[in-house]
């Protein structure tokens, strides 16, 4: 193991990205944040915010960019699932020392379980179950915003809006929370055409505490949405529970919200986690460099 390797996890999502950087004797150094890093948004803008937060978190040492050739980056980002974007993200032309990449579930599942068998459900901006038991890993849904990320703050957003037009043009009853979603829009479908031709799945997610709150005021619509919500994050715990993955970790800002409203019946698996996903994006990198003797660390 050499002295001067640094390493940085990287945890990138639909709508942040956040870097922890360690030594080569596991002193953390310093974290960085910057935007949003699903790795659908491209290499070029992924990897502007990788950089990004990178620095920021090697300022904190008193380190800069020259540093980048010392470091060894572990990406665990959404969108990673597919082998195209892998491909991409691992070949584009970087300034670090080496880069490691593997899905923000695949990593997180690593960190909050160090490295043991176990699983995880995300729920945030998007949405994605994983499980790794033994040498198998097991992927439940992070498809993408348009034909998966079930449970998912984006979706629940998306759902929302898409009511809230419907109810302000007399096509179904409206609510407090269509009545305020509308008015966030100033009442004006051209304004909602407009923000939707350039919104992303964070945007669309950005409304997800708005229908958790109007839920908790007993809006009918922000209950049903929320309901669908809660069925869909029980159904991916139940797909993992038959695959043999007995201990589960909620993750995400919007599993925060649905955890107190799933049934009894799957608070046995549930567990806190031990790490969290740039933990595990360190784990990874450090295996793939510094593991010569075949020893997980």
């Known amino acids: 193991m050499t002295n001067d390797m640094l390493f940085a996890g990287v945890d990138g999502g639909g709508t942040s990205c956040r870097v922890r950087i360690e030594t080569s004797n596991r002193e953390v150094i310093g974290e960085g944040?910057?935007?949003?890093?699903?790795?659908?948004?491209g290499a070029v803008r992924v990897y502007y915010e990788i950089e990004k937060a990178c620095v920021e978190a090697l300022h904190q040492s008193g380190c800069g960019r020259e540093d980048f050739s010392r470091l060894h980056v572990g990406l665990g980002l959404a969108g990673l699932g597919?082998?195209?974007e892998l491909r991409s993200m691992l070949s584009f032309p970087h300034s670090f020392a080496s880069v490691s990449g593997a899905t923000d579930a695949y990593t997180a599942c690593l960190g909050a379980h160090a490295g043991k068998d176990g699983g995880i459900l995300i729920l945030g901006t998007g949405s994605c179950g994983l499980g790794i038991v033994g040498e198998e890993v097991i992927n439940i849904g992070g498809w993408g915003f348009e034909i998966s990320d079930h449970a998912s703050g984006a979706l629940l957003g998306l759902s929302a809006i898409r009511s809230s037009l419907f109810a302000a043009e007399g096509c179904r009853p409206e609510t407090d929370l269509t009545k305020a979603i509308m008015a966030h829009f100033k009442n004006d479908p051209q304004a909602m055409v407009k923000w939707a031709e350039n919104a992303e799945p964070h945007n669309y997610g950005s409304f997800a505490p708005t229908v958790f709150d109007y839920a908790?005021?007993?809006?009918?619509?922000?209950?049903?949405?929320?309901?669908k919500s809660v069925y869909e994050a029980g159904?991916?715990?139940?797909?993992?529970?038959?695959?043999n993955v007995v201990r589960i970790c909620?993750?995400?800002g919007v599993s925060k919200r649905?955890?107190?409203l799933l049934p009894e019946e799957f608070r046995p698996c549930l567990c806190e986690p031990l790490?969290?996903?740039?933990d595990g994006a360190i784990r990874m990198v450090r295996n793939d460099v510094l593991d010569s003797g075949g020893a997980k660390v």
């Open 33 to 41: 944040f910057a935007g949003p890093s699903n790795s659908r948004l």
């Open 82 to 84: 597919l082998e195209s």
């Open 216 to 227: 908790d005021k007993g809006d009918p619509l922000a209950e049903r949405l929320v309901a």
């Open 235 to 243: 159904s991916m715990i139940k797909a993992l529970r038959a695959r």
């Open 250 to 252: 909620l993750m995400g």
């Open 258 to 260: 649905i955890e107190p």
């Open 275 to 278: 790490g969290d996903a740039m």
